[in-house]
């Protein structure tokens, strides 16, 4: 990382801070030994967190994003919120980065067409977590059904138009492997958003929650402040006051890649993918505003790595890129 950059940022970011303190979660072990998954199950605890959440916007770069309030508000006003502000995308187009979420590689794929991951390369998070007992779900607005495996890469009409703004399976990374799609017990763990909101209701989230919003909402077929837009009137409440959703929790929201692609890996008018990602809950704990940022060159690798770290103790047990992707640090034990 160049010190430059971090200065810069941090000026820049501390100038933008509001005066005002920020609300924290009290962190309650008695409620968070009290959370239970979709059947009614414990918890099976982690050493930092029992829930993890994540929420994907699409095709931005990090200053359209931060520059929109509701993501510059986010990390500064959730409970215990804090932006990785040097936070890369893996590659382009969108979904090998969504792989990279659930798998620690993009595979060295570089397209959005319908694919099948197989045989041993379909080992995902889903085989680590489901071998601990741990509950894992995907929730995806305007999925064509309400719970299982919808193979398609998007809904069509009648006529045999796409049905546009709607779900499209490259960003829900679920479907494209033959661990998950094949076996109908874990296609159940597939679902409609509507869904999340139920068990979100019921207090029957599971502990891997992924959610993949529609192409309007983030932001593909419309811009930053749209997806700003969505986010403040569909979820801030919940990411804010929802006592629930942040106990025992780290809540992930980010973009899957950057927007401008021209000249990735050639000039660099990407940026290097450079993208905004904001973490919260009550897993984090912020000494003060200092920790409200982390400079660490975290990838959509750290996510595995992150949740190996918390459930196993160790990384690499997918035996790729969550080998050496950095742990997002929680109680935050970097010098400063
Ligand atoms: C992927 O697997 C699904 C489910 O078995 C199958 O219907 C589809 O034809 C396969 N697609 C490709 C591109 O191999
Ligand atoms: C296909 O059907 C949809 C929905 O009825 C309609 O909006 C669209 O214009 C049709 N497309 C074509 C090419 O006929
Ligand atoms: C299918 O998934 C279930 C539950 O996740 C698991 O117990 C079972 O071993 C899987 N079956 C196969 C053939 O992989
Ligand atoms: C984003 O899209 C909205 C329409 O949804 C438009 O009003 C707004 O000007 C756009 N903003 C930018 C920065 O392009
Ligand atoms: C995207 O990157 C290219 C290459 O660096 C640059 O020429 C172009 O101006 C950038 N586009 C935008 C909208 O920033
Ligand atoms: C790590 O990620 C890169 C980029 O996606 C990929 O080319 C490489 O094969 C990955 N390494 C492993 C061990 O999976
Ligand atoms: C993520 O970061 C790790 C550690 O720097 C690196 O080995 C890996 O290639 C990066 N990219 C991906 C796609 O994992």
Request: one cysteine or more; proline letters at 5%.
């Amino acid at each position: 990382m160049k010190t430059t950059v971090a200065v810069v940022l941090t000026t820049v970011l501390i100038a933008t801070f509001g005066a005002s303190a920020f609300p924290t979660v009290h962190r309650d072990h008695r409620k968070r030994q009290e959370l239970t998954g979709p059947n009614g199950e414990p918890y099976i605890h982690g050493k930092w967190f029992d829930r993890f959440f994540m929420i994907i916007g699409e095709n931005m770069d990090f200053w359209p994003v931060e520059s929109q309030s509701t993501f510059s508000n986010l990390w500064k006003q959730a409970p215990n919120g804090r932006l990785l502000a040097n936070y890369y995308a893996a590659t382009h187009p969108s979904q090998p980065n969504y792989f990279d979420h659930i798998a620690a590689t993009t595979f060295g794929w570089n397209s959005d067409s319908v694919v099948n991951i197989t045989g041993s390369e379909s080992f995902t998070i889903v085989d680590l977590l489901e071998e601990k007992g741990i509950s894992w779900a995907g929730y995806a607005e305007d999925y064509p059904i309400t719970q299982g495996c919808y193979i398609p890469y998007a809904p069509e009409y009648a006529n045999g138009t796409q049905v546009p703004h709607s779900y499209v399976r490259k960003h829900f990374p679920f479907i494209s492997f033959e661990t998950i799609y094949s076996n109908q017990t874990r296609c159940n763990n597939l679902y409609n958003a509507e869904m999340f909101w139920t068990h979100l209701e019921e207090g029957k989230l599971p502990q891997f929650v992924y959610f993949t919003p529609n192409l309007l909402n983030d932001g593909h077929d419309t811009n930053a402040s749209y997806f700003a837009n969505y986010i403040l009137k569909t979820w801030i409440d919940t990411f804010y006051y929802n006592d629930y959703f942040n106990t025992g929790a780290l809540n992930y929201l980010s973009v899957d890649e950057s927007g401008n692609t021209t000249g990735f890996n050639t000039v660099r008018g990407d940026n290097n993918n450079h993208i905004y990602a904001a973490i919260w809950g009550d897993a984090l704990t912020n000494r003060d505003t200092y920790d409200k940022y982390d400079f660490v060159r975290y990838n959509h690798s750290s996510i595995a790595a992150t949740l190996e770290m918390n459930w196993w103790g160790t990384t690499g047990l997918l035996g790729r890129n969550d080998t050496y992707a950095p742990v997002f640090a929680l109680p935050y034990d970097g010098t400063n």
